[in-house]
């Protein structure tokens, strides 16, 4: 089992930059993914951006070049650093975890554990 423990969700202005952090303990496994999704309310939960244990990154198009996911092993602590938000970054965000074989894919159907998420608004 992987407890996940999501934090640093807030309000925050069209433009402006919030972090999250994600603190997972338990079982650890040498190959992994971990990742970001959120989800609005009315609409399916949706991958944002993933990471895996080489250090290999993939992101959601809507947050290319804004999002960034990044993971200290240290604390086992993974972060999403989120600039130039928009109102539609509006929802819940969620860390999430699976141990893997291949590539990690930014789906949130393959995720096996998963935190309690934590409250993203972007005002405009």
């Known amino acids: 089992q992987v407890q996940l423990v999501e934090s640093g969700g807030g309000s925050v202005q069209a433009g402006g930059s919030l972090t999250l952090s994600c603190e997972a303990s338990g079982n650890t496994y040498s190959r992994y993914c971990m990742g970001w999704f959120r989800q609005a309310p009315g609409n399916d939960r949706e991958g944002v951006a993933v990471i895996q244990d080489d250090g290999t990154t993939k992101y959601a198009d809507s947050v290319k070049g804004r999002f960034t996911i990044s993971q200290r092993n240290a604390k086992n602590t993974l972060y999403l650093q989120m600039n130039s938000l928009k109102p539609e970054g509006t929802g819940m965000y969620y860390c999430?975890?699976?141990?893997?074989?291949?590539?990690?894919?930014?789906?949130?159907?393959?995720?096996?554990?998963w935190g309690q998420g934590t409250q993203v608004t972007v005002s405009s």
């Open positions: 999430a975890a699976r141990p893997r074989v291949w590539a990690c894919s930014v789906v949130a159907d393959s995720f096996r554990y």
